[in-house]
């Protein structure tokens, strides 16, 4: 199947209040504009200096979405035109993207990343650290980001029973979030999670926004590292 092809099917097998965010990284320009060209939108990147060249080049109108552990001084390259950062995981780098984004007038979204995997690998925070963060004072002064939500990934294995739980752990997280910092506020409103393999599931569990790659875009060679 095409690229094209590839995200039509994938739109029907989504509820409509579900959205796709196409995860592009290591894709060249061509297969995104053949994304693009059936209407997708929302593109995902890991990659700072990556997601910089494609939206250089890319039509105006694509939201893009940064999914990777974003190192501090990665921030001033995407803060002019990234529409949200799903991989928030500490209050320092949320003091960065806060600042850069002043500089550009802007308001960025941001989610915060949890860890919800039985994995070692994985970044992110536990409910504790993110409660500390939300009632800190220096939060509380940042004007220039908005928490709209939360992300995870759940661990890699066949055991979607995990996998459920998993994902069951982050609905119960953003609930608790919503209860004690956010209840007025309709911005925060997504639970980022579900990949190509198991996106039925985190559906099934809530997903707002599902990150898919492969599924659209056919296997990736493998990245050496996980960071920006
Ligand atoms: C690569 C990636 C995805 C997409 O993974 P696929 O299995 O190719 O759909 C989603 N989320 C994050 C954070 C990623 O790094």
């Given at each position: 199947?095409?690229i094209?092809?590839?995200?039509?099917?994938?739109?029907?097998?989504?509820?409509?209040?579900?959205?796709?965010?196409?995860?592009?990284?290591?894709?060249?320009?061509?297969?995104?504009?053949?994304?693009?060209?059936?209407?997708?939108?929302m593109?995902?990147?890991?990659?700072?200096?990556?997601?910089?060249?494609?939206?250089a080049?890319?039509?105006?109108?694509?939201?893009?979405?940064?999914?990777?552990?974003?190192?501090?001084?990665?921030?001033?390259?995407?803060a002019?035109?990234?529409?949200?950062?799903?991989?928030?995981?500490?209050?320092?780098?949320?003091?960065?993207?806060?600042?850069?984004?002043?500089?550009?007038?802007?308001?960025?979204?941001?989610?915060?990343?949890?860890?919800?995997?039985?994995?070692?690998?994985?970044?992110?925070?536990?409910?504790?650290?993110?409660?500390?963060?939300?009632?800190?004072?220096?939060?509380?002064?940042?004007?220039?980001?908005?928490?709209?939500?939360?992300?995870?990934?759940?661990?890699?294995?066949?055991?979607?029973?995990?996998?459920r739980?998993?994902?069951?752990?982050?609905?119960?997280?953003?609930?608790?979030?919503?209860?004690?910092?956010?209840?007025?506020?309709?911005?925060?409103?997504?639970?980022?999670?579900?990949?190509?393999?198991?996106?039925?599931?985190?559906v099934?569990?809530?997903?707002?926004?599902?990150?898919?790659?492969?599924?659209?875009?056919?296997?990736r060679?493998?990245?050496?590292?996980?960071?920006?």
């Open positions: 199947m095409t094209a092809e590839n995200i039509l099917v994938l739109k029907k097998q989504l509820p409509e209040k579900v959205r796709l965010v196409a995860v592009s990284k290591t894709k060249p320009v061509s297969a995104l504009m053949e994304a693009y060209q059936v209407g997708q939108r593109f995902g990147e890991n990659k700072a200096l990556e997601m910089v060249s494609k939206q080049v890319m039509p105006e109108d694509v939201e893009w979405h940064f999914i990777g552990h974003l190192q501090t001084n990665k921030v001033k390259v995407i002019p035109f990234v529409a949200c950062i799903h991989s928030v995981d500490s209050l320092r780098l949320l003091c960065e993207i806060d600042k850069e984004a002043r500089k550009c007038g802007r308001n960025i979204s941001c989610l915060l990343q949890f860890y919800i995997a039985s994995e070692e690998t994985k970044f992110g925070l536990d409910l504790d650290e993110a409660m500390e963060l939300l009632g800190s004072e220096i939060f509380s002064a940042l004007q220039n980001i908005t928490i709209t939500g939360v992300m995870g990934m759940a661990t890699f294995t066949d055991d979607m029973d995990q996998v739980n998993e994902f069951r752990s982050l609905r119960i997280i953003f609930n608790r979030l919503k209860t004690a910092f956010f209840q007025d506020q309709p911005t925060f409103r997504e639970i980022s999670m579900g990949m190509s393999d198991d996106f039925q599931v985190a099934e569990e809530g997903s707002t926004m599902v990150r898919i790659g492969s599924t659209i875009f056919g296997a060679i493998l990245q050496k590292s996980m960071s920006s």
